[in-house]
């Protein structure tokens, strides 16, 4: 349906939610005191009870004892405590309650567990109006607000057919700039931007916070297919119970930032499955599958595991639900998660040792019911000799016990896991990861299936890749050794000869070598054949020996360093180095310290020192690896606290507590950390964006690694780099099973384009930008088309076309290179446009936000990305416009003056005025006229660039005396307020543009805009005026004000 305003869009919204739960009478029009009124009959309607209110109203004053505490709590966080926590205090001082005068009484007002039930109540305000908080801006009135029990929790603005849904977002974030969600309003929790065909939704972040577009949602159903449609999002988001669910069970306070989060569609999903499928076990059995979660590593499992075991805990489906970890570490770090999303009632219990944990486990008290422990001291958990005696496990297992396991890939198939489930028949077992074992690499005949039971619900790598909540991946096989001297070299050894003439010479060696030789007869790599009989490689005949030299790790560390400017941003980034054993990584680690190549590298592996041979070669590497660390990073680890030596190297590179600003001292950062197994699994860093891989892996341990680089950062990370070294054949067959088996069948996406791809887009759109263009009647990008949807399509062009451009310059794109030659297909590339061309397109770009409609405040049709205005414009090429001026004006010089000649100098120098924004290009031309009519003086060595801006400042200066004899202003103070950076929200900072105002000749001012209109004005909307052309005067940088036709 299109919807060609606003209120038909409205209208239409009201009257589905009106469909799907919410109450038929509408508040319309509604101010902040007729809420409070609402929220106070509400009150009184669900508290009127002898015990609470005693059927006597609240009074305005009662009901200003729950604003202040709303104030006081001021953060969203804090106001979700409060709105999820049932009841409210207050002192009655109601005369007509004479048993309460005085006392302090608890109000319910809400319960998150009456679901469209009880005393619940669903209303709709339309247009609710928000009173400014500055006396400069003007009231506000949003779209609507959805209120459950009175209290508004979300806020919906609407936008009709044809206008981008970042223009309903935008709104939203300047209300909020503005001060308008306080007071009652502050209680909104989740925010909802919506035009007929899309729709997002997030958490409030509050008057303190700052808005992320990265957690800025669409819901999507339960394969994960995104809901955009207005009726399905009015159905399956805002309806109820679905919208009271969310306030109530799905919004997370993070007491760890300080911020709201509101669940994502899957992790709704996932987090109902395993409360759902508790609810309905039988405790009387044993052995119990609760089932697995398959979320892709970035999405969120820990978020989505707690709110799982709040939900038991809630609904006291089961006694105990314990978050079982792989290792300590990451007990740790998850216990940590785990309180700041608890709510101010519940506890999340630690374990110290294994004897605190059976304390917990036996204990009856509520606030032992979340435990946070590892797999380890679990299974130390035994009946045996030595052990627990049998009563403290008979009355451990008389309770009913829910597992929740973490990284479900790695040690539940081990020996520890078995032992938990031996000792606890009666508990039920479920499983997160996003890397489930399957048939395919089974690990002891085992899958997670069959250890954890069904898949309950699934959001594979290729969904959080569509979603963009995390990268794709750019995987490059790099050759150490080429194929065919590989090929030849496993030919001559299976032909039993050392050189291909010997090999030829002989009628059967010669065989053999032809067909080793032959790549349609054996691959690089091996396969399976369809009977499912593998089939082995050229690879598969290559000795390890063949990668353990210092020739291969050579031409390995080349490549790093050849490549390290480009793909780290000049070590904005960091990466990880993965080899195949301990020895190599410290070879590795000598190596690249001998190359003197400036990289910070340090290397991590298992320190403990066994005596199964080669112990000093190992003691020596770490005692060296230590030392330098100690050293460059002022530190003193040993080997004794090689642990904490592991925790400096991840905060390092996360840029965690207590290296939060890292990035602001480059030499307090790693490069490069080399590995072996370590840190390839469960750590996360934004800042990592290239993995190095001289190993060979498989299946699950493959997403792992490559997921390492996979963190959303911004423009500047479009995707981890993936660059791999050892049996490359090999692992590229690896890689592609690895993405079939868990993209989910969706493997699209998984792995971006390369360079050939990239840069035939930026020619093809580039392409499409100057048809647009030119049947613009515009042939040198000099100015946007008029037509607003031309602007709307050059607007998606360009944010593409960067798109494509920030991925090719990491793969080796530069404006030095014009011609690229490719392989594989054999092929050239030419650019077919220039740095100078690109950056006046981004010029158009910037005046979208003034030439496409904004200037005036109303909507644009178009999404405008905030990065892509901050592209340093400054360094177009202003030499060519130089020239062409100066041969024009040769021409205009000459004694005899060719007419036709002249103008098409002229013209050249037109075309040149693509390179200027529309306002300079309006002095441009009027310094061309003054030159034509002889009315300015010329001098030498000043340059055409020069007297635009010259022009211009004297237009301004002009401009601002305009504007200050029309209003009598203090010239100095509009000066001083101009030259720094205003924007609307901080206009009136330390009261400067009310101490400009004041300045104001309120007589001059009446007289010029009552000979502007041509009738008198009273004195309120004489302040509004001069309000008004003031603030767009200041905040538009100047223009020529209006002049009255009399003078």
Known sequence: MIFKTEAEFEAAMIAALQNKGWENQVLKYPTEDTLLKNWADILFENNRGIDRLNDAPLTDTEMQQILEQILALRSPIKLNGFINGKTVSIIRDNPNDPLHLGKEVSLKIYDRREIAAGQSRYQIAQQPRFKSKSK??????????????????????????????????????KYSDEGIFTGIFSLVQIFVAMQPEETVYFANPGQDGVFNKDFYFHWADFNNEPINSWKDIATYLLSIPMAHQMIGFYTVADDSDGVLKVMRSYQYFAANAISDRVS??????????????????????????????????????????????????????????????????????????????????????????????????????????????????????????????????????????????????????????????????????????????????????????????????????????????????????????????????????????????????????????????????????????QYECVKHRKKVIRDIVDNWMRLSHASKFHAIFATSSIAEAIEYYRLIKELKSNLKITALFDPNIDNNGGVKFKEDGLVEILEDYNERFEQDFTLATHGKFKKDIAARLAHKKPYERIERTPEKQIDLLIVVDQMLTGFDSKWVNTLYMDKVLKFENIIQAFSRTNRLFGPDKPFGTIRYYRYPSTMERNIN??????????????????????????????????????????????????????CSRFAKLFSSLNEFMEAAKIQGFTWKQQNYPFENPKKVIEMTFDENTYLILALRYKELLTGGGGGSGSDIPFDIDSNLIAIDTGRIDTNYMNSRFDKYLKVLRQDDIDNDQLQATLDELHKSFATLTQEEQKYANIFIHDVQSGNVELEDGKFFRDYITEYQFCAKKEQVHQVANALGIDIQKLVNLMNVDIQEANINEYGRFDDLKKTVDRDKARAYFEALEGTSITALRLSIKIEKLLKDFILRGGFDIDEPENK
């Open 136 to 173: 400069i801006l003007n009231d506000r009135r949003g779209d609507l607000m959805l209120l459950i029990n009175g209290m508004p929790v979300i806020h919906l603005e609407l936008k009709k057919s044809g206008i981008h849904v970042s223009q309903a977002y935008n709104q939203i974030e």
């Open 280 to 545: 309905k076990i039988d405790w009387s059995e044993k052995h119990l599958l609760g089932g697995y979660i398959w979320h892709t590593t970035g999405s969120g499992k820990t978020m989505t595991s707690f709110k799982s075991a709040q939900l038991i805990a809630n609904s006291k489906d089961a006694d105990k639900v314990i978050f079982l970890m792989d290792r300590i570490e990451l007990g740790t770090q998850s216990l940590r998660e785990y309180r700041a999303f608890a709510e101010d009632h519940e506890d999340v219990q630690a374990t110290e040792d294994t004897h605190a944990l059976i304390a917990k486990l036996k204990s009856k008290n509520p606030a032992d019911t979340l435990i946070v422990t590892s797999i380890q001291k679990m299974s130390n958990i035994k009946d045996e000799e030595g052990g627990l005696n049998s009563a403290d496990i008979v009355v451990m297992n008389s309770k009913r016990i829910v597992f929740i396991v973490d990284e479900a890939h790695r040690s539940t198939f081990g020996d520890m896991l078995i032992t938990v489930k031996q000792t606890f028949p009666g508990a039920v077992f479920f499983g997160f990861t996003g890397t489930p074992i399957q048939k395919e690499n089974q690990k002891k005949k085992n899958t997670t299936s069959t250890v954890f039971g069904d898949e309950l619900h699934r959001y594979s790598i290729a969904d959080g890749i569509r979603d963009k909540n995390v990268l794709g991946f750019d995987p490059y096989k790099v050759l150490t050794y080429k194929d065919i001297d590989i090929r030849r070299a496993v030919a001559l050894m299976k032909a039993n000869a050392t050189k291909e003439e010997d090999a030829i010479k002989d009628s059967e060696k010669a065989k053999k070598y032809y067909y080793y030789m032959d790549t349609a007869k054996v691959k690089m790599a091996g396969h399976r054949d369809k009977s499912g009989k593998y089939v082995q490689g050229i690879e598969d005949y290559l000795p390890r020996e």
């Open 737 to 790: 099973e690895a993405v079939a088996l868990y993209s989910g069948n969706k493997p699209l996406g998984l792995f971006v384009e390369h360079l050939d791809y990239n840069l035939e887009k930026m020619n093809q759109i580039f392409t499409d930008i100057s048809c647009l263009y030119a049947l613009a009647g515009i042939t040198d990008f000099s100015h946007l088309p008029d037509d607003l949807d031309n």
